[in-house]
């Protein structure tokens, strides 16, 4: 089978990799300077770390590099069985290469789009096979986090579903299918762990380095803080306010003004040396400063109650609006974010009825539609119901 990637950048290289490590013939295709010769030294690099580590013999990654090409001429796509897209994220700069990239393959290949954020019936208006494309999402860093959303669009074919499916799980992947809505699932259900983080610290309920502690000690590996520095806030903000944006303006995904503010000072994070937190000294300075904290561990729960009802509350309305199954929810976040556990299950144990009051007195006090919750979350309380694959279609909604 020969794949071709489309941007060998991060996301690009990494799937890339794993298209080769299972026998694929791959060809990356980048125009920018420098690209190719970042992408290819990145394998060798990450190829040579597997052997050190016993993972790979030294046959194994010749064998795979000599699988592996990178040009700058679209020609070297000709053939492709599959072709993953993971250029800029930029509607016009997509939709330009798709079309371009289509011309040189047969009827049959597949073009997927590795979009975070873009709606994948945009990218496929102007594509001549609209129905063999559609979103195949894959997170950071590909090669390590298992999970893939597959999309399919509007003008996708039935079989783009099962085909991704059983080609994902051929690559020892966990897919789940998702509805081409704004952020799909993870990037949908995750926002409030980052924007609500921020709204406690605008508020001055307490300091970055506490905030990321007391969602620490939940069993999150990182805190939000310390995670958008990570993300980089370009990155970070950019889907926020792509997402936002296109629930037309639904205040449950309102960006930040302070993560606004470092990006326009270009404080991008980690990767400028300062962002949330001042990396000048090194990059322990977030795990030192959430040492240091000293958080009441009343206020801790407070804070940490508030940004888990909202992530469990947006699980649950992306299970009512069909976007996700309630399973796929909760492996969406464990193994696309690594979640410590997954927001339906994390409802289910905390208590419908437990979640919807956080909701309600934050709504009440608030009076934001921020927190308005969820019909579902009403129905599973009003009817102490559990929720299960099947048990949508009461018709409680009318
Ligand atoms: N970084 C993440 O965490 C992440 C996770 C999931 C999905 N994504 C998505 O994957 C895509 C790529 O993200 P990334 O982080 O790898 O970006 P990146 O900036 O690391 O890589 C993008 C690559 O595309 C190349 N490129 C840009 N325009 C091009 C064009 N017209 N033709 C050919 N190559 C071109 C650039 O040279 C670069 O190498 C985006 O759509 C992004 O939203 C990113």
């Known amino acids: 089978m020969k794949v071709a990637i489309l941007g060998a950048g991060a996301m690009g290289t990494g799937i890339g990799q794993i298209a080769a490590q299972q026998g ?3 060809v990356y295709f980048d125009n920018y300077p420098g690209a190719i010769g970042r992408s290819s030294a990145s394998i060798e690099k990450v190829f040579g770390r597997l ?7 030294e046959a194994e990654k010749t064998e795979t590099l000599s699988r592996m090409n990178w040009s700058d001429d679209l020609s070297s796509i000709d053939g492709a069985d599959l072709v993953v897209e993971a250029v800029i994220e930029d509607l016009k700069v997509k939709k330009e290469l798709l079309q371009k990239a289509e011309q040189h393959l047969s009827d049959t290949a597949w073009l997927c789009t590795n979009t975070s954020s873009l709606s994948i019936a945009a990218l496929s208006s102007g594509l001549k096979h609209p129905e063999r494309f559609g979103g195949l999402h894959f997170f950071n860093p590909a090669p390590l986090m298992p999970l893939v959303e597959i999309v399919p669009g509007i003008q996708s074919g039935e079989d783009f579903a099962d085909a991704m499916e059983e080609l994902m799980v051929a690559w020892g992947k966990i897919p789940v299918l998702a509805k081409d809505t704004p952020g799909f ?3 949908k259900v995750a926002r409030p762990f980052y924007s609500e983080a921020i709204k406690l610290y605008e508020e001055g309920v307490a300091s970055i380095a506490e905030i990321d502690a007391a969602v620490k000690s939940m069993g999150f590996r990182m805190g939000p803080f310390e995670l ?3 993300i980089g806030h370009d990155v970070n903000y950019k889907v926020t306010e792509t997402v936002w944006g296109q629930f037309y303006y639904d205040p449950r995904f309102r960006p930040s003004i302070s993560q606004k503010r470092l990006l326009e000072a270009g404080l991008l994070g980690r990767k400028t040396g300062r962002g949330f937190y001042n990396y000048s000294s090194g990059m322990d300075a977030a795990v030192e400063a959430q040492e240091d904290a000293e958080l009441d ?13 909202l992530i469990i509350n947006e699980g649950l309305d992306t299970v009512w ?7 796929n929810v909760d492996l969406a976040l464990t193994k696309g974010v690594n979640y410590p556990k997954g927001p339906i299950s994390w409802g289910q144990e905390l208590g419908w009825d437990y979640v919807l009051s956080v909701l309600e007195r934050c709504h009440k006090f608030y009076g934001d539609d921020r927190y308005r919750p969820c019909p579902l979350l009403r129905h599973l309380v009003s009817e102490n119901a559990e ?6 279609g009461d018709s409680f909604m009318i």
């Open 51 to 57: 052997v050190e580590k016993g993972r790979m013999s």
């Open 228 to 230: 958008t520095d990570l």
């Open 321 to 327: 609006l069909g976007i996700a199954s309630p399973t």
């Open 185 to 187: 699932i993870v990037n």
């Open 297 to 309: 561990p009343i206020l801790g729960e407070k804070i940490v109650e508030r940004i888990l009802c």
């Open 387 to 392: 929720l299960g694959e099947g048990n949508l």
């Open 24 to 26: 694929c013939d791959v």
